[in-house]
């Protein structure tokens, strides 16, 4: 009712400001230097709950609105009415909840706006809100205008009320008669307040993707920032943890804020410590060489800002992520996806029919249930028989596969399994006759040396000929069998020395329209193709965000299937994305990109923490290995529903230590699956590694059985224990060597 009121006075108080303002600016014909009068508003408390969360912006008796708060959900926001803080005003303007380049904020800019005259002052004064409920999700749109430009932002908070995460974007609409031009664009911006800020980031390059870095913030700006264009992901991860008041990640202490921008291309984190100790987070769109152009009357809409406050730590922060994940943010999150064969590492280009029917009577024996041919099957005039040649040419290769698509696609659907497939649409190889015909689609600068990377270009995906092209690559590559079931959706570049034909003078919009551009394509084949399970990869892990997890069901973690270089990636992984999404292939030793040889049971451990694949020639495997391989894929199925949809704890971190251990615990606590793992040995593992599990019911009592061994690690396996003993130091497993694991079921009685 109180809301009601102050909304119906807001509207009120506009209806007759409103007017008065354009009226002026109409008249001097430019907005600059002219005194308008900002309505007065009531001083509004809006609360934007989840369950246990609690974010709360306020409008100022100015019109200015702020945050006040964001964490723990206090039962009565209104107590923030009165809230008061002695932090100056003069210099700086206080924890605005959209800070603009323009009035007292000096600050890193979410918005900041060039207008046509050249000047590059925005004000946002709150004009209304309003709130929308819908099952778990309540949205807070709130308006704001700046009375001189007569540019309008629109912050949309969503709140995922189980899953404690708000996501966040603007709408900004230029409301004046002539262009103006966006030079910040951030999605969405978050003070938090604290006396000393523990940053954890995601850096890496390629097999080497999604290192844990962090530091404790020091005062000015951290950045994160790709300008890779394509492959957006591959050095940096447009996703973060902030731990408060400590100066380290804690797993299941203390107050955590964990967050992710979904988007595909060039994207910019900043953490901005100013002189009060106050950290404003902002995450958006890079606004390298990307100054975009309003023009009047037009809307910028920018991607999600996903957010989650934790205060028990990492742990809990991880699995909001992903609860929210697996509900809302990954496509098709929560559904097991099958296991599968890839072809990549057991024949790279080297293949004939016979080989892949081959492969696929192996997959089938050993229990998997899908197979994919990976590259190297298409192409006639420039055949792709390695990778200087035929990206483009979308056509079999009927001098390799004589017998075509269908017919392997049928011989796997006979023995039972699902057929996937590889293709890289967004590339073009020189030799190819895509090339030659449509040299205008490839990104390039007039006059300049076009620059090859793995021996091929980028298509220009913001050219709406291309997006037509690349849609009709998928469509035509389903058509090739009936019943594709997986298409693998590879991209081996970074786009360097931009350009775009298409966009001619306007080369400024490049890295948006060509991000929104795979989106574009994505929606349409995902009109058409709603079932089929697709991969974003790109080289491995160049594309890992939540803005392409909308549309693909899982991503090709890494390039890199060494286990131990995995169990980095994917523990760093996984606490921002859920495991149902991180593929991970067993494949054979020395393994091909590090030379390390580890034994097939810890590549199997490594690869069941997610979802599980093969990547080798099962030929080569020796029959004592096959057994074991069938045995770990058995398991997995009794299992692989844990990973997919359970809450993940981790037990011990492996960046802390020789020990990494985690485990899903089922949404009921009725079921668990433990994953325990040895990096290096150590004397003091004799005594058995005392692991704490949790997300238990302390309660219950469960079975707890090792998988896959005649001869259990641990003591207790094969007993019933109480939850309450397995989560304080009765469970060590005995893992003596390097490279020794072992995998728990817990069933409760
Ligand atoms: C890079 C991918 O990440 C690999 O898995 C494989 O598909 C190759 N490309 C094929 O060229």
Redesign the pocket.
């Known amino acids: 009712m109180k809301l009601l009121k102050s909304l119906a006075l807001a509207t009120l108080i506009l209806a007759v400001a409103a007017p008065a303002a354009s009226a002026r600016k109409e008249k001097k014909k430019t907005y600059n230097h002219v005194t308008v009068e900002i309505p007065k508003v009531e001083k509004t408390v809006i609360p934007v709950e989840t369950e246990h969360t609690q974010l709360v912006l306020m409008v100022q008796e100015n019109g200015v609105l702020q945050t006040l708060h964001y964490g723990i959900r206090i039962a009565d926001p209104q107590a923030f009415k009165d809230f008061r803080t002695l932090r100056s005003h003069d210099n700086g303007s206080g924890p605005m909840a959209y800070p603009t380049t323009g009035g007292r904020y000096i600050g890193e800019p979410a918005l900041h706006v060039k207008y046509a005259d050249g000047y590059h002052n925005t004000q946002l004064y709150y004009t209304g809100h309003d709130v929308r409920r819908n099952g778990n999700v309540v949205t807070t749109v709130v308006t704001l205008k700046d009375y001189v430009t007569l540019l309008e932002v629109k912050l949309v908070y969503d709140a995922y009320q189980k899953e404690d995460v708000i996501c966040m974007h603007s709408e900004i609409l230029n409301g004046s008669k002539q262009a103006v031009e966006l030079q910040n664009y951030a999605s969405g911006s978050l003070y938090l307040d604290a006396d000393k800020f523990y940053l954890t980031h995601f850096h890496g390059g390629w097999a080497d993707e999604m290192q844990m870095d962090g530091e404790v913030l020091t005062h000015d700006t951290k950045v994160i920032e790709s300008r890779r264009g394509t492959q957006a992901t591959q050095c940096n991860n447009p996703s973060f943890l902030v731990s408060l008041n400590t100066d380290r990640l804690q797993e299941n202490t203390g107050e955590v804020v964990a967050g992710a921008l979904a988007w595909s291309g060039n994207f910019r984190l900043s953490f901005e410590m100013d002189e009060s100790n106050r950290l404003n987070i902002l995450a958006g769109i890079s606004p390298f060489a990307s100054a975009y152009t309003l023009s009047a009357g037009q809307t910028f809409t920018t991607p999600d800002f996903i957010y989650t406050f934790s205060g028990r730590g990492a742990g809990q922060a991880s699995r909001n992520l992903h609860a929210w994940a697996r509900n809302y943010g990954v496509y098709g999150g929560g559904q097991v996806n099958p296991t599968l064969l890839n072809s990549?590492e057991g024949a790279y280009f080297t293949f004939t029919t016979e080989t892949l029917l081959r492969m696929i009577d192996d997959a089938a024996s050993m229990g998997l249930e899908m197979f994919v041919l990976?590259?190297g099957w298409f192409a006639k005039d420039y055949p792709r028989n390695n990778?200087d040649a035929g990206l483009g040419d979308w056509e079999v290769n009927t001098a390799k596969l004589p017998e075509g698509i269908d017919y392997v696609a049928s011989y796997a659907h006979e023995k039972g399994l699902k057929f996937g497939i590889?293709i890289e649409p967004e590339m073009v190889n020189p030799k190819s006759n895509l090339a030659h015909a449509h040299p205008e689609w490839v990104v390039q600068s007039p006059g300049r040396e076009m620059l090859q990377s793995r021996n091929q270009w980028v298509l220009d995906m913001s050219n709406p000929a291309v997006q037509d092209f690349v849609y009709g690559i998928f469509d035509n590559t389903m058509q090739l069998a009936p019943n594709i079931d997986y298409i693998?959706w590879?991209c081996?570049r970074i786009v360097s020395d931009f350009g775009s034909e298409y966009l001619g003078g306007d080369q400024d919009r490049f890295y948006v329209e060509y991000t929104q551009g795979i989106y574009n394509v994505m929606r349409r084949l995902r009109a058409k193709y709603p079932d089929t399970i697709v991969q974003c990869?790109s080289?491995?892990g160049g594309r890992v965000d939540y803005g392409a997890l909308k549309y693909f069901n899982e991503i090709?973690t890494s390039?890199n299937t060494d286990a131990l270089t995995r169990v980095y990636i994917q523990y760093a992984t996984n606490l921002i994305y859920p495991a149902c999404v991180m593929a991970s292939h067993v494949s054979a030793v020395p393994n091909h990109q590090t030379g390390n040889v580890t034994p097939l049971k810890f590549r199997f451990d490594i690869a069941c923490s997610g979802r599980l694949g093969m990547e080798l020639q099962p030929k080569n495997l020796t029959e004592q290995e096959r057994a074991l391989a069938d045995r770990c894929i058995k398991s997995y199925k009794q299992y692989r529903d844990l990973v997919f949809t359970g809450d993940v704890y981790r037990l011990a971190s492996p960046y802390d230590g020789d020990y990494y251990a985690l485990m899903y615990v089922s949404q009921d606590q009725s079921r668990a699956v433990v994953f325990t793992y040895c990096t290096k040995y150590q004397n003091r593992a004799i005594g058995g590694h005392p692991f704490r599990m949790d997300g238990l019911d302390p309660a219950r009592k469960y079975k707890v059985t090792e998988l896959n061994v005649n001869r259990s690690c641990w003591w207790g396996s094969g007993k019933t224990h109480a939850g309450d003993f397995l989560m304080n130091g009765g469970f060590n497993p005995l893992l003596l060597q390097t490279f020794a694991s072992a995998v728990f079921y817990l069933e409760a009685e």
């Open positions: 990549w990976d590259d990778d590889w693998k590879d081996n990869c080289s491995g090709w390039d």
